[in-house]
């Protein structure tokens, strides 16, 4: 039941993404909900773990913004977790992009990580995931 609710609450408020923190490095899987509640973001780091983030607003008139966020391999376990419920198209299809790449790309020896090929592939992956709007 959980999943099914966060699924929907995933598919209104939340955004699934590949970040990075330099130029130089490969993206990284993030998945995540915006939301003024609290609450609704508890829920999320309760039942799925990961991080809870506040900022104060700009204008004292506004309500305190917060984000839930995983990454990596705990992001892409809760995707498979709520994938069967989620009905936002074009989150399922990055979903079910990262299904088909992202543990090859993930459990690579560091080794294979180094060659070109790998590279290539991978950056066509990036490329390819980046233009699911």
């Known amino acids: 039941m959980d999943d ?3 699924a929907g609450c995933f598919g209104g408020e939340g955004w699934v993404s590949l970040s990075r923190n330099s130029p130089d490095r490969y993206r990284r899987l993030e998945a ?4 003024s509640c609290s609450e609704f973001l508890e ?3 309760k039942t799925y773990g990961g991080a809870l983030h506040f900022y104060k607003p700009r204008n004292p008139k506004y309500k ?11 992001a892409f376990e809760f995707l498979k977790k ?6 936002e198209k074009n989150k399922r299809e990055r979903i079910e992009l990262l299904m088909k790449h992202f543990e090859k790309f993930r459990d690579a020896p560091q080794a294979e990580k180094r060659t070109k090929t790998y590279k290539k592939k991978r950056m066509k992956y990036e490329e390819d995931f980046l233009k699911i709007k």
């Open 82 to 87: 709520i994938y069967p419920y989620l009905k």
């Open 64 to 74: 305190q913004e917060g984000k839930w966020v995983l990454r990596n391999s705990k």
């Open 4 to 6: 099914a609710y966060a």
């Open 32 to 35: 995540g909900v915006a939301n």
């Open 43 to 45: 829920f999320f780091e």
